[in-house]
């Protein structure tokens, strides 16, 4: 079977396809053919040896994927080969074979195809998480979401105005704020040029943002937190800016407000009945199509390091797939 590998650390441009062994379901473990494996921001991370997990050279990238099930392993039960399946592996998705644990595999929604369903679960799961569980997302809040055209962020723009919030959505290009408008955002702001904070000011007539929703971190930060309503909630999601911003304390002071993390992987672990929950609320929105991902471009395997140059380079809106 043909798999991208990482056979040294560095830029996409390192990666080769190269034939590898077919792979044998180990106990506990499925092996999927994969259909479409959806490109998310730690696959940047994971070839440069940047990310918190660190596989085992060779490895391909490619954490969230759809297939079928090709083999399970031992004591896999819940599972059969020909299931139409979706999964979060963590890596290994950007080849045609991926084994994964049983248990981070589900079945597709009936009728979605593969290219949705590698596209959902991560975006989805991390920002309903934010907004429901960590912001308390109310249907009369203000919300803003930086890095709105990115994964997380466009699934943020749509899940608060599915919630019922006011959502001003920032991000750097006007082609990505197009898309953030027909996902439902009531107003915009191209945070690459002018002052964000006194754009902020503007759009909420002086009063502030009632939720921040912060995957960028960087220079963003501060004048957003600078930009909130009394007793608001700042949502920290993730850093995609690169840097990890220092926040003077007598800001939350000022402004009686919450700095709140989110880590939904985490959330998943230590309360998976919670987790639980939320993907089945999920799943209805999407079934209903109240939620359904934007597909920026698709790119055969030997593309695969493309897909993740155009995420790095900030090319991508919504979401890059690799299809098999
Ligand atoms: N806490 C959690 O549980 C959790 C879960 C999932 C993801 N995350 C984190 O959330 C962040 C976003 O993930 P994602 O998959 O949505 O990524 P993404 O699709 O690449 O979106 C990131 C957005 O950040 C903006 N950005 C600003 N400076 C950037 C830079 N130097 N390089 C890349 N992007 C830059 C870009 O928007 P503009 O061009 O418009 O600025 C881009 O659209 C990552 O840090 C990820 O690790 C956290």
Redesign the pocket.
């Known amino acids: 079977m043909k798999a991208l590998l990482c056979k040294t650390y560095g830029l996409p441009d390192t990666l080769s396809l190269e034939e590898i062994n077919p792979l044998k379901a180990s106990p506990g473990k499925v092996v999927i053919t994969v259909r479409a494996c959806s490109v ?3 696959d ?2 994971i070839i440069r040896n940047m990310y918190q997990f660190k596989p085992e050279l060779p490895f391909s990238p490619g954490g969230e994927v759809s297939g079928i099930i090709k083999e399970t392993g031992e004591g896999v039960h819940h599972l059969k080969p020909g299931d139409r399946v979706f999964a979060l592996c963590g890596w290994g998705g950007m080849a045609e074979e991926v084994e994964v644990d049983g248990n981070r595999v589900f079945p597709l929604l009936p009728g979605m195809d593969f290219v949705t369903g590698a596209s959902v679960m ?2 989805y799961g ?1 920002s309903y ?2 907004l429901k569980d960590r912001a308390n997302l109310q249907k009369s809040d203000t919300l803003l979401v ?9 699934a943020a723009v749509e899940l608060g105005k599915l919630m019922g919030a006011t959502v001003i959505a ?4 006007e082609d ?1 704020l197009k898309v953030c408008k027909e996902k439902g955002a009531d107003f915009t702001i191209n ?2 040029e002018g002052d964000l904070k006194e754009k902020v000011k503007i759009l909420t007539n002086g009063i502030g943002v009632d939720v921040v929703y912060d ?4 220079k ?1 930060t501060e004048p957003c937190i600078r930009s909130m309503a009394w007793k608001g909630r700042y949502l ?7 840097e990890i911003p220092r926040i003077p304390l007598n800001l939350p002071l000022l402004k009686g407000c919450d700095i709140v ?7 998943a672990e230590k309360e998976s009945a919670k987790n639980l929950t939320n993907i089945r609320e999920l799943a209805g929105y999407l079934k209903q199509g109240m939620l359904k991902p934007h597909i920026y471009k698709t790119y055969p395997l030997e593309n695969g390091p493309e897909s993740i140059s155009d ?4 090319r ?4 890059a797939v690799v299809v098999m």
Do not use: C, Q
């Open positions: 998310n921001f730690p940047t991370l991560y975006n991390t998480h934010a930086l890095g709105a055209g990115g994964g997380v962020g466009l920032a991000a750097s290009t990505k945070y690459s995957p960028v971190g960087d963003y920290v999601v993730g850093f995609a800016g690169g993390g989110v880590f939904w992987g985490k959330f995420l790095m380079e900030r991508v809106i919504g979401k």
